[in-house]
């Protein structure tokens, strides 16, 4: 690019005209290949893979099937209580049938589950009994048992399965308060279980209790396993403490998305240092741009060039921007304007009062009205309701208008918001204010904010607030630069739809006003 900048400054017209044509060649193309990068560095900046967006999102969690967490002593602890009958078989059996044997029983007992599977429990029962020679008789039995719920461990969901198939196998003492015999017994059975909550259990229990053949004085004595009592009880248990046990997440899904994790973060932050130089050299051409454009006395016209400002659809932001040309036109027109409108002009103007012709001829066509509803208006054609068919009126009424204070100076200066909220699109906007405020107070104009809202976003209620915010913001800026509010007329038009792009209704209006005579 420096070799364009040899040219002579004593060369021809032909030549120079050739070098600014080569010169703002060269400015469009390397704009356009920083424009480009932007729009790539935009793009590639607000896409995420699929799989990295959940990653972030929704991190991987599971749980260990076999692994759970006991809540330590304080848990599953359980107490319960039942009763039922047994029957006395022992040796001798003696001579009564198994009707004649059935006699009651009752029981107490307190344990604890460690895991889902694996539990104890102390047993005392008391039993009434039948010996060989149908004599009755009774006694009592403690026991320690180990329990196994075959449930949980063939299924393993203990958290939600109610229903439990418990046996168990302990020793224990028995003692028959006639015969006097302390034996030891083995005392073995299953548990058919039932949770009504998560606490209160169901039990109905089969169980025998084996000892010596002289527990009931009839038998040999020291020969193991000749006596039995057969029982079968019903009862409920009470779980203390908290019950159940909690889940253990499988730490290999997490350890496996922090890795992941923080390879992306090695690859962003490497992307960011590159995407940073990318930035930084950028800056430096766009620098050097704007040199050359002001050594060559182009920057006033070509600068606005480097002002794009870009979206988050990536687009360049097309808001309207006044440049105020109509009003200083305006301005300086109403400074040779003479004040000898005839008084037959000034009744017409008085029958058009109250009109606003651009907001109610927009309404009409909104609305359905015939467009030559509006009084005071000519159309040509046939009078169908269109905007290129309103006739323009002529300087002399348009005067009188503006002089009478029915129709505003020039056209309307318009201030964007952001969605949803008071704050301007572009804060450079506040300079226009302070324009308007001087203009007002030079030539004592009266001025009226409209307020609006985008009505394709938001409810109703939402948007005539934000219209009515707006429009208060507008207002309270004018009063910090002097303005009297007694000069201030505002209008609240609430959601609108009148304006392309959408973005464009989210707007605040003011109007300039010569105060009628």
Request: proline fraction near 3%.
């Amino acid at each position: 690019m420096s070799h364009l900048l040899c040219f002579p400054l004593h060369s021809n017209f032909k030549t120079n005209q050739m070098k600014h044509k080569l010169f703002i060649l060269s400015v469009a193309l390397m704009s356009s290949a920083v424009s480009s990068d932007v729009f790539a560095y935009a793009q590639t900046s607000r896409t995420h893979p699929r799989d990295v967006m959940e990653l972030i999102y929704k991190p991987s969690v599971s749980y260990n099937k076999d692994v759970v967490e006991s809540p330590g002593w304080k848990g599953n602890w359980f107490v319960g209580a039942d009763g039922g009958i047994n029957a006395f078989i022992g040796t001798p059996k003696g001579c009564n049938d198994l009707g004649g044997r059935i006699k009651g029983q009752f029981g107490i007992n307190a344990g604890k589950w460690f895991t889902p599977t694996v539990g104890s429990r102390l047993s005392f029962n008391g039993y009434w009994l039948s010996n060989a020679e149908n004599k009755p008789q009774n006694g009592w039995g403690v026991s320690s048992e180990i329990l196994w719920n075959l449930t949980n461990s063939l299924y393993g969901n203990h958290d939600k399965t109610r229903f439990g198939l418990i046996p168990y196998l302990g020793v224990g003492m028995l003692h028959n308060r006639q015969a006097q015999t302390n034996p030891f017994a083995l005392s073995y059975g299953v548990i058919a279980q039932y949770g009504l909550t998560s606490r209160l259990k169901l039990n109905l229990e089969l169980g025998c209790k084996t000892t010596f053949s002289d527990f009931d004085g009839f038998g040999t004595a020291n020969r193991f396993g000749g006596d039995n009592i057969l029982s079968l009880s019903a009862g409920v248990s009470f779980i203390l403490g908290s019950p159940g046990f909690r889940k253990v997440v499988d730490a290999r899904p997490v350890m496996l998305d922090n890795s992941r994790l923080r390879d992306l973060c090695l690859s962003l932050s490497e992307e960011n240092g590159r995407l940073s130089r990318k930035s930084s050299n950028d800056d430096r051409i766009v620098a050097e741009l704007k040199k050359i454009l002001e050594i060559e006395g182009l920057l006033t016209r070509y600068g606005d060039t480097f002002n794009k400002e870009y979206d988050n659809d990536n687009t360049v932001s097309h808001y309207p921007v006044n440049d105020y040309s109509g009003l200083n036109s305006l301005r300086a027109r109403l400074k040779g304007a003479k004040n000898d409108y005839s008084s037959k002009m000034l009744r017409d103007i008085e029958d058009l009062d109250g009109i606003d012709y651009e907001t109610d001829y927009i309404d009409s066509l909104i609305n359905g009205e015939p467009a030559d509803s509006i009084a005071g208006l000519e159309f040509a054609g046939n009078g169908s309701a269109s905007l290129d068919s309103v006739a323009v009126l002529n300087n002399d009424n348009y005067l009188a208008l503006i002089q009478s204070g029915k129709k505003c100076i020039g056209s309307p200066i318009f201030f964007f918001f952001d969605l949803g909220t008071t704050n301007l699109t572009d804060k450079s906007q506040l300079v226009n204010l302070d324009e308007i405020a001087r203009v007002a107070k030079q030539y004592g104009l009266t001025m009226r904010v409209t307020g609006a809202a985008d009505s394709g976003t938001g409810t109703s209620e939402i948007n005539h607030q934000l219209g009515n915010d707006r429009a208060d913001y507008i207002i309270s800026q004018f009063h910090q630069r002097g303005i009297s509010t007694s000069f201030i007329t505002k209008i609240n038009q609430g959601g609108i739809d009148r304006f392309n792009p959408g973005e464009a209704n989210r707007h605040c209006k003011i109007e300039l006003f010569l105060t009628a005579k």
